[in-house]
Structures are given as structure tokens and as C-alpha cells.
């Protein structure tokens, strides 16, 4: 496996909720995108989208309600619309099973923090840091990924910073949220993810 693979893992099973639907097209490949539903410990579910190529599947097997699991990276690009940018996240599917939907979500990245962390507490108390890391993959290309912080871990990730090299594990995670607009409220779906393990990799003398 090459170092950009190393640097960007996930390992994602569930029920897929959604029928695949064409996206674009690279080089005569072309490229679909579904939904996953993946349900947490707490019985509720993450609906998390995956951009899949046509090589790796068949719309007749890949039908909702399918078990199944993804082996692959999470992606990002901006999607450019009424005037406004928007930070698109997905997972990228390298390998795909089926019949293992298992409910496993494990996420393991390599990066470089690109905006000041953002640490705050709830009103209950309870710490959270924000941070944005940059995954660098081929041809000179990056992703950019947010990340929730618990904790004391939240604690030590607001002391973090730019230009910082941390490794994480954790759970991507779907998050829904009013955005004010000119025409009222509107709810979006952010996607991040949720850190269980942070450390910082100090360069070598």
C-alpha cells in the first residue's frame, strides 16, 4: 500500500440507503455516489454519502437494504453554488463486500492542521476543539477534513498549531444544523470526524 493510502484510511459497513446515482466522469471512467447508513452505539444511524466507480460494482447488486462494507479514503472538494462555497465530504471506495454490514466505522488519518484550532466548552462544561487538517494525496492534491475533539483531548488539540503534523483515529459522523439564509432557516448536513485518538509526530532531528 503506497504512503498516500497509509495516510488516508477508512473502514465503513452498513446498509446502503440510497440508490447509486451517476456523478461525473474521469478519463472514461465514470464515477457514482450512494448513501450508507451506519448505526451508532446509541441506536441512532449516520447517513454518510460514497463515490464509488463503475469498475467496482453493479447497480443490480448494490440495491438499498444491502449489507455491505467500504474500503477506501475520505474526500473533500468545494462545491461552488449561489454565490457561496460549500466543503463537500465523502468516502472514496477502493474495495467494495457484501453482506458484512457490521456497522464498523473506523477512520485513521495523516495530516497537517491548516486553521487555527477552535477550542470552546458547552454550557454543561463539556470541552470540544474544532480542527481542520490537510490529508496530502497523488499528484500533488489534498483533502481538507474537519475534526471534532472531546475531552481532555479537545484540551490538547486547541494548544496545537498551523502547519502542525498529527495523526488521528476516529468515526466519520453526519451532523445536522440550521443555517441562517436570506430566505429563513434551512437545514444542511455537515460530515466530520469524531477523534478518539490524537497525537502530534515531531520531526526527526
Given at each position: 500500500?503506497?504512503?498516500?493510502n497509509?495516510?488516508?484510511?477508512?473502514?465503513?459497513?452498513?446498509i446502503?440507503?440510497?440508490?447509486?446515482?451517476?456523478?461525473?466522469?474521469?478519463?472514461?471512467?465514470?464515477?457514482?455516489?450512494?448513501?450508507?447508513?451506519v448505526?451508532?452505539?446509541?441506536?441512532?444511524?449516520?447517513?454518510?454519502?460514497?463515490?464509488?466507480?463503475?469498475?467496482?460494482f453493479?447497480?443490480?447488486?448494490?440495491?438499498?437494504?444491502?449489507?455491505?462494507?467500504?474500503?477506501?479514503?475520505?474526500?473533500?472538494?468545494?462545491?461552488?453554488?449561489?454565490?457561496?462555497?460549500?466543503?463537500?465530504?465523502?468516502?472514496?471506495?477502493?474495495?467494495?463486500?457484501?453482506?458484512?454490514?457490521?456497522?464498523?466505522n473506523?477512520?485513521?488519518?495523516?495530516?497537517?492542521?491548516?486553521?487555527?484550532?477552535?477550542?470552546?466548552?458547552?454550557?454543561?462544561?463539556?470541552?470540544?476543539?474544532?480542527?481542520?487538517?490537510?490529508?496530502?494525496r497523488?499528484?500533488?492534491?489534498?483533502?481538507?477534513?474537519?475534526?471534532?475533539?472531546w475531552?481532555?483531548?479537545?484540551?490538547?488539540?486547541?494548544?496545537?498549531?498551523?502547519?502542525?503534523?498529527?495523526?488521528?483515529?476516529?468515526r466519520?459522523?453526519?451532523?445536522?444544523?440550521?443555517?441562517k439564509?436570506?430566505?429563513?432557516?434551512?437545514?444542511?448536513?455537515?460530515y466530520?470526524?469524531?477523534?478518539?485518538?490524537?497525537?502530534?509526530?515531531?520531526?526527526?532531528?
Amino acid at each position: 500500500m503506497d504512503n498516500n493510502n497509509q495516510n488516508n484510511k477508512i473502514e465503513i459497513s452498513g446498509i446502503v440507503s440510497s440508490e447509486s446515482r451517476f456523478s461525473h466522469k474521469i478519463y472514461g471512467e465514470g464515477f457514482y455516489n450512494f448513501d450508507i447508513s451506519v448505526e451508532r452505539l446509541s441506536g441512532s444511524a449516520d447517513i454518510i454519502p460514497v463515490t464509488i466507480s463503475e469498475r467496482l460494482f453493479n447497480k443490480d447488486e448494490l440495491t438499498v437494504g444491502k449489507e455491505i462494507k467500504i474500503d477506501g479514503q475520505i474526500r473533500s472538494y468545494n462545491s461552488s453554488s449561489e454565490s457561496r462555497n460549500r466543503l463537500v465530504i465523502s468516502v472514496f471506495a477502493r474495495e467494495i463486500y457484501y453482506g458484512e454490514g457490521n456497522n464498523e466505522n473506523a477512520v485513521q488519518l495523516n495530516g497537517f492542521i491548516c486553521r487555527k484550532p477552535v477550542y470552546r466548552t458547552t454550557p454543561m462544561g463539556r470541552e470540544i476543539a474544532d480542527i481542520l487538517i490537510a490529508v496530502n494525496r497523488a499528484y500533488n492534491k489534498s483533502d481538507y477534513i474537519p475534526c471534532i475533539i472531546w475531552g481532555r483531548n479537545a484540551r490538547y488539540a486547541g494548544k496545537l498549531e498551523v502547519g502542525d503534523n498529527i495523526k488521528i483515529t476516529g468515526r466519520i459522523q453526519s451532523r445536522k444544523y440550521q443555517k441562517k439564509t436570506e430566505n429563513g432557516a434551512e437545514e444542511r448536513t455537515a460530515y466530520e470526524i469524531s477523534v478518539s485518538k490524537i497525537e502530534k509526530v515531531e520531526k526527526d532531528c
